[in-house]
């Protein structure tokens, strides 16, 4: 059982995601804040994760990791992961991570 989340809604975020390059391909221009789809993030049926939890991620990265059909469920899994480490870490390096570590 996973604890219950605090759903943090932040549109100046999200924007700041979408304005980063694709942190799996590279791809500027294209990329959106992808939202988790995992359990331990808080995602529930019909409840969106926290903003916290967004990788920035190109229309086409987005679809194969929330939809695609060439990877496992693991691998997607792992794929967001990744992308979602590199996002925090470049709005760190800018100074703009808005969300305290135990948040």
Request: glycine share 6%; hydrophobic share 30%; with cysteine.
């Amino acid at each position: 059982m996973f604890k219950k989340s605090e759903y943090h809604r932040d549109k100046a975020h999200l924007r700041e995601v979408a304005d980063l390059p694709c942190m799996r391909c590279g791809r500027e221009g294209f990329t959106q804040a992808a939202h988790s789809n995992q359990l331990e993030h808080g995602k529930g049926r019909g409840i969106k994760v926290s903003d916290k939890y967004v990788a920035a991620l190109c229309l086409k990265c987005h679809h194969e990791i929330d939809m695609g059909n060439k990877l496992t469920k693991q691998e997607r899994k792992d794929e967001w992961n990744r992308a979602f480490d590199r996002t925090v870490a470049e709005l760190k390096e800018r100074n703009k991570w808005r969300f305290e570590e135990n948040d």
